[in-house]
C-alpha cells in the first residue's frame, strides 16, 4: 500500500514536550506577533526532502501525504486524537451506523451535497467511482491495488452515495479508502482525467486539482510546490492565505534556513538538530514518538542473504544504542518490533537482539565463512561485500551507516555506499525506482506504520513489486494467513492478535533489521498558532492554522 509511506510520521499527542517556552509564547496565542520576520498568514515549511509527483496515486513520498491532506480530496481525515472523522463523507462508515453490512462485504459512503473541486466543477460520486476504476486499470502505475482488488463491484444509486461491494470483508478501509492516512489515491476529478488511457504522465500530476482547504498555484520542481487558499472549500476559507512547501534536501541547510528565518517550520526534525534548537531565536520545539521504524533491507537477490546466519551476524555487529545515543542524540526507542508503544497493536514481548561481535564471528565462522586477504569473508565464491544504497545529503544517515561500517569490518563484512535521490529510490516499479527494482543489496529507509496495523502491502506474499511495496520479497505463509485474518476482523483486539503473528514472524525471518522506533520533532516559528498535529496526518486539520 502507498498507504504505508516512505520516510517520516509523527504520533499521538500523547508524551507531547513542548521546549524553548516563554510568555512570549502566550501573546502568540492571542494573535499578537512575536518575530519581526514573520510574513503573516503566509506559512512557509520543509521536511528536508523532496517531491517526486503530487499526485498520491504514483507517489510515495510522505512530503506528498503532508501536502495533499491539505489540497485534496479525501472522503474521511483523522482529528488530533487520530480519530477518523468524516471530510467529504457525512459520515464514517461502521457497523453500528450501518455503513459497514453485519457480514462486513458492503461498505457505503454517502457524501455531502455540493461539493467542488477547486476549480469549480461539481465532485459527486461519479469522481468516486472513476477514481476506483482508474486505481484499477492496470495501465496506471499504482503504488498498489491491495484492498481494491477485493472490490467486487461499485454501486452509484445517485450522485452522493458510494456502495463498494467486496468478495470479502475488509476492515482496513478506513485507511485505504480515500483516507488522508495514507490511501492508495485520493479521489480524483473525472473531469479532468477520463478522457486519457493512463495518467501516469498526464499534466493534472504536476499541478493536480483537488478539493481541500487549499489548492496548488505553483510547483517549482527541485525548488517549492505553492498553496493558496481554495475558494470553493466547503468548510470556507482557511485562515492562512498561503502554504510555501520549499525544497532543502539538506538537513545542515535546512538549519541554516532556520538561522536566516526563512523557514517557520521543519517537520521530522531528527535528534541532531533538536539538540541544537536553543540556537534558533523565535522559535519553539515539539517532540513526540512516532509511528514509523527506521529499518535496513537485505535485498533478496543477493546470494549471502539467502544465509539467514549472515542476516543474523549483521544486526548482532550493529550498535543500535549507540547510534540512538550519537546521531539520534537520544531522541528513539530500541525496539524490536515495528511499532511504537502508543500503537494499540504494540508487541512488547519481542527481545531485544543484542549488540555482540564475539557472538556475530562466531556464527560466520561456525557457518563456513571465511576471512580472505583483505579481512572480508567469502564462501563458496561468494563474498561479503555489498552495495548500500543511501538517499543523497541525509547527514544523519551518513553517520549511522559509517558506524554500521566501522562494526562489520571487525566481522568480514564491506560495504560501499551508493546514494539517490528521494525521487530515484522511491519511485514506482513501472518508472524504474531504485528500491522496488531490486537495484541493491542493503537499504536504510523508514515506513510509517498503519493507523489500524495492516502491514499486508508491505509484508503480503501477494504484494511483490509491481503489484504492491513489498520490496523484501518476504513471504511468510503463517505472517500472511494473519494479515488477511486482519482483514476480516473489525475489531481492534482481534486485529492486535493478528499483528503479533506478524511480529514475531519478522524478528524470526530477520527480511530486514529494525532500528528502533524515533521520537518525531518539529521546529516552528513562535508565531504559529492553532495546529495540532495528530500521529500519521499532522496537517489534516489547518483551517484554524495561522501565523
Known amino acids: 500500500m502507498s498507504a504505508v509511506k516512505r520516510l517520516l510520521a509523527l504520533a499521538a499527542l500523547a508524551a507531547i514536550t513542548i521546549a524553548g517556552c516563554s510568555k512570549a509564547d502566550t501573546s502568540a496565542a492571542r494573535g499578537i506577533r512575536i518575530n519581526p520576520w514573520t510574513h503573516p498568514h503566509v506559512l512557509t515549511f520543509t521536511d528536508a526532502s523532496d517531491i517526486d509527483s503530487l499526485n498520491p496515486m504514483f507517489s510515495t513520498e510522505l512530503t506528498v501525504s503532508y501536502l495533499s491532506s491539505m489540497t485534496a480530496a479525501f472522503l474521511t481525515k483523522w482529528d488530533r486524537h487520530n480519530k477518523p472523522y468524516p471530510e467529504l463523507s457525512t459520515e464514517v462508515p461502521t457497523m453500528a451506523n450501518g455503513g459497514v453490512s453485519k457480514d462486513g462485504l458492503t461498505i457505503a ?9 477547486s476549480d469549480g466543477a461539481p465532485l459527486d460520486a461519479d469522481d468516486v467511482v472513476w477514481t476506483y476504476h482508474a486505481i484499477m486499470n492496470p495501465a496506471n502505475n499504482a503504488g498498489s491495488r491491495s484492498g481494491w482488488d477485493l472490490v467486487t463491484s461499485v454501486a452509484e444509486p445517485n ?12 476492515s482496513p478501509f478506513i485507511v485505504r479508502f480515500f483516507s488522508s492516512a495514507g490511501a492508495d489515491s485520493s479521489i480524483l476529478p473525472k473531469h479532468l482525467l477520463a478522457r486519457y488511457p493512463n495518467i501516469n504522465h498526464v499534466p493534472f500530476n504536476a499541478l493536480p486539482v483537488g478539493a481541500g482547504p487549499f489548492m496548488y498555484k505553483q510547483w517549482l520542481r527541485g525548488q517549492r510546490a505553492v498553496l493558496v487558499r481554495n475558494p470553493y472549500y466547503f468548510r470556507g476559507e482557511p485562515k492562512l492565505q498561503e502554504v510555501d512547501y520549499e525544497v532543502v534536501p539538506n538537513r545542515d541547510t535546512v538549519f541554516t534556513e532556520l538561522l536566516s528565518h526563512n523557514i517557520d517550520l521543519w517537520a521530522q526534525v531528527a535528534g541532531l538538530y533538536l539538540v541544537r534548537a536553543n540556537e534558533l531565536n523565535g522559535y519553539s520545539v515539539l517532540t513526540q514518538p512516532v509511528y514509523q521504524w527506521g529499518h535496513i533491507d ?41 511499532a511504537p508503544e502508543s500503537a494499540p497493536y504494540y508487541d512488547r514481548d519481542i527481545p531485544l537482539v543484542p ?22 569473508r567469502e564462501k563458496h565464491g561468494e563474498r ?27 566481522i568480514g563484512v564491506a560495504i560501499t555506499v551508493k546514494h539517490y535521490s528521494a525521487p530515484q529510490l522511491f519511485e514506482p516499479y513501472a518508472e524504474g525506482g531504485i528500491l522496488e527494482n531490486d537495484k541493491f543489496d542493503l537499504a536504510l529507509f523508514s515506513w510509517t506504520d498503519d493507523m489500524i496495523g495492516d502491514f499486508s502491502a508491505l509484508y503480503g506474499c501477494d504484494q511483490f513489486p509491481p503489484a504492491g511495496q513489498n520490496e523484501l520479497r518476504w513471504c511468510n ?14 475489531d481492534q483486539a482481534q486485529r492486535n492478535a493478528d499483528d503479533k503473528i506478524v511480529f514475531e514472524a519478522l524478528a524470526k525471518d530477520r527480511p530486514q533489521i529494525t532500528l528502533g522506533i524515533p521520537d518525531g520533532g518539529y521546529i516552528y516559528n513562535k508565531d504559529l498558532k492553532g495546529w495540532n498535529p495528530n500521529a500519521l496526518t499532522p496537517f489534516d486539520d489547518m483551517m484554524n492554522v495561522d501565523i
Open 109 to 117: 459512503f454517502h457524501l455531502r451535497k455540493g461539493l467542488k473541486w
Open 159 to 170: 450522485k452522493t452515495t458510494v456502495i463498494f461491494h467486496l468478495k470479502q470483508p475488509y
Open 298 to 338: 537485505f535485498s533478496p537477490k543477493q546470494p549471502a542473504f539467502q544465509d539467514p546466519v549472515v542476516r543474523h551476524a549483521m544486526e548482532l555487529a550493529m550498535d543500535r544504542q549507540q547510534m540512538i545515543t550519537k546521531v539520534q542524540r537520544g531522541y528513539a526507542h530500541l525496539e524490536e518490533g515495528i
Open 355 to 376: 549488540f555482540d561481535l564475539a557472538e556475530a564471528n562466531r556464527l560466520l565462522d561456525g557457518d563456513g565463512w571465511m576471512r580472505g586477504a583483505d579481512g572480508i
Open 384 to 410: 561479503l561485500d555489498f552495495v548500500f544504497v543511501l538517499q543523497s545529503r541525509a547527514q544523519n544517515l551518513e553517520n549511522m551507516v559509517e558506524l554500521m561500517r566501522a562494526n562489520w569490518q571487525k
Open 477 to 490: 505463509l503463517k505472517a500472511d494467513r494473519a494479515m488477511h485474518a486482519l482483514f476480516g476482523h473489525y
